[in-house]
């Protein structure tokens, strides 16, 4: 039973990611999502608010950059904000808010600040 078990995950993520494991990155499976509350309300306010797509990600449930996701990757808990700080040298420390600084979709700060989740 166990033997096939492995057999069947192992064809499904071959017809998913391809026939070499060596190519295969945790980051084309957990994925992240920023959709902007406001973006519920109808299709025409997703089209503004959720601009952006996903982007890969490290981390599960039980490393530094925790972040918990659903049965198909798509991450659905974790940090808003990340702090950095080292502490030999605290005037220096180093902050994201994921997506961005800004909520509202025209802003030059709206998920200016996405890129760097990727850490």
Request: charged share 20%.
């Amino acid at each position: 039973m166990l033997a096939t078990a492995l057999h069947h995950v192992t064809d499904q993520l071959t017809e998913k990611y391809g026939a070499d494991p060596s190519k295969w990155k945790w980051g084309d499976y957990h994925q992240l999502y920023f959709a902007h509350p406001m973006s519920s309300s109808s299709s025409l306010l997703q089209f503004f608010f959720n601009r952006e797509k996903s982007v890969s990600v490290g981390g599960n449930q039980a490393t530094v950059q925790a972040a918990s996701f659903t049965d198909k990757g798509i991450v659905n808990h974790g940090a808003s904000w990340r702090f950095v700080i080292d502490i030999n040298d605290i005037k220096h420390g180093y902050h994201i808010i994921g997506p961005g600084q800004a909520g509202h979709f025209s802003s030059r700060w709206y998920h200016d600040q996405i890129d760097d989740r990727r850490i």
